[in-house]
């Protein structure tokens, strides 16, 4: 998904997507007004309960409705009433969108050199300083606009402009878990030790993702977050804690 303006309105449509699914199409680049809309969407057509239908994926800017039918004479049918669902509820999502009643999710996050490999090249990239960028960082307005690459993976828009940096060109073979990165104007929190080629700049205690919780990930689409700057020693003791509660040993030491 591009970020570049268009010279017309995008015109919202629904296509389909395969055998078994149908899209809501409500922009074609990274619009935080249509990725509210597009979440809007997601819960209503959830609260439908429509028979057939096996998952709803509200995207940064799409809805997509997964559905299973026995014959095709089904499948037809199923698809033209999802195409009228999305249509109905687009045009009759509410103003305001529920998550934004909620407080944000606050996320605690070690930005010491140590836990920040990449702080530096973004502060020369920006012409910022290190604490600016830190600061910035931390006064953006965060939005998970989806969730998607892993369990637990959000994708959270709202970075101020002033942190546009691109991907790293080569990226890492191993990222820690916990790793707090930004690239393309947004921010992601690792939940694993994966591959990753986003800007790692700072590191959060916390769990982001645990099958044996309910719900098992911190962050959910539509969530507002809070990155919230602690120290090392404040990442050493909650880091901890998180482990003790889980039964796993501590992950308190820098990367690799």
């Not at 998904?1 to 015109?11: C, D, G, H, I, N």
């Not at 935080?32 to 819960?43: D, F, I, K, P």
């Not at 931390?138 to 994708?155: C, D, E, N």
């Given at each position: 998904?591009?970020?570049?303006?268009?010279?017309?309105?995008?015109?919202?449509?629904?296509?389909?997507?395969?055998?078994a699914a149908v899209m809501l199409e409500?922009?074609?680049?990274?619009?935080?007004?249509?990725?509210?809309?597009?979440?809007?969407?997601?819960?209503?057509?959830?609260?439908?309960?429509?028979?057939?239908?096996?998952?709803?994926?509200?995207?940064?800017?799409?809805?997509?409705?997964?559905?299973?039918?026995?014959?095709?004479?089904?499948?037809?049918?199923?698809?033209?009433?999802?195409?009228?669902?999305?249509?109905?509820?687009?045009?009759?999502?509410?103003?305001?969108?529920?998550?934004?009643?909620r407080p944000p999710v606050a996320v605690?996050?070690?930005?010491?050199?140590?836990?920040?490999?990449?702080?530096?090249?973004?502060?020369?990239?920006?012409?910022?300083?290190?604490?600016?960028?830190?600061?910035?960082?931390?006064?953006?307005?965060?939005?998970?606009?989806?969730?998607?690459?892993?369990?637990?993976?959000?994708?959270?828009?709202?970075?101020?402009?002033?942190?546009?940096?691109?991907?790293?060109?080569?990226?890492?073979?191993?990222?820690?878990?916990g790793s707090v990165a930004i690239a393309?104007?947004?921010?992601?929190?690792?939940?694993?030790?994966?591959?990753?080629?986003?800007?790692?700049?700072?590191?959060?205690?916390?769990?982001?993702?645990?099958?044996?919780?309910?719900?098992?990930?911190?962050?959910?689409?539509?969530?507002?977050?809070?990155?919230?700057?602690?120290?090392?020693?404040?990442?050493?003791?909650?880091?901890?804690?998180?482990?003790?509660?889980?039964?796993?040993?501590?992950?308190?030491?820098?990367?690799?």
């Open positions: 998904m591009v970020t570049s303006p268009r010279s017309q309105p995008f015109a919202p449509r629904v296509v389909p997507v395969g055998d409500l922009a074609d680049a990274i619009d935080l007004a249509a990725n509210e809309r597009a979440q809007r969407v997601a819960a209503m057509v959830r609260v439908a309960e429509v028979d057939g239908v096996t998952d709803v994926v509200g995207a940064i800017a799409t809805v997509t409705v997964h559905f299973s039918a026995l014959t095709a004479d089904q499948a037809r049918s199923l698809r033209a009433r999802l195409h009228d669902l999305l249509l109905t509820a687009l045009h009759h999502a509410p103003g305001t969108d529920a998550s934004d009643e605690p996050v070690c930005y010491d050199a140590a836990f920040a490999p990449d702080l530096a090249d973004v502060a020369t990239a920006t012409g910022l300083s290190a604490d600016e960028v830190v600061r910035l960082h931390v006064a953006s307005q965060h939005r998970v606009l989806m969730m998607g690459f892993a369990p637990g993976f959000a994708y959270i828009g709202g970075l101020d402009a002033r942190l546009a940096v691109p991907r790293r060109p080569t990226p890492r073979a191993r990222l820690d878990a393309a104007g947004q921010t992601a929190v690792y939940p694993f030790a994966t591959p990753g080629g986003w800007n790692v700049i700072g590191r959060t205690p916390l769990a982001m993702f645990d099958p044996a919780r309910e719900p098992p990930s911190v962050l959910q689409a539509g969530d507002r977050v809070a990155f919230v700057p602690i120290d090392a020693a404040a990442f050493a003791r909650m880091a901890s804690e998180a482990a003790s509660a889980a039964g796993r040993p501590p992950r308190g030491r820098a990367g690799r």
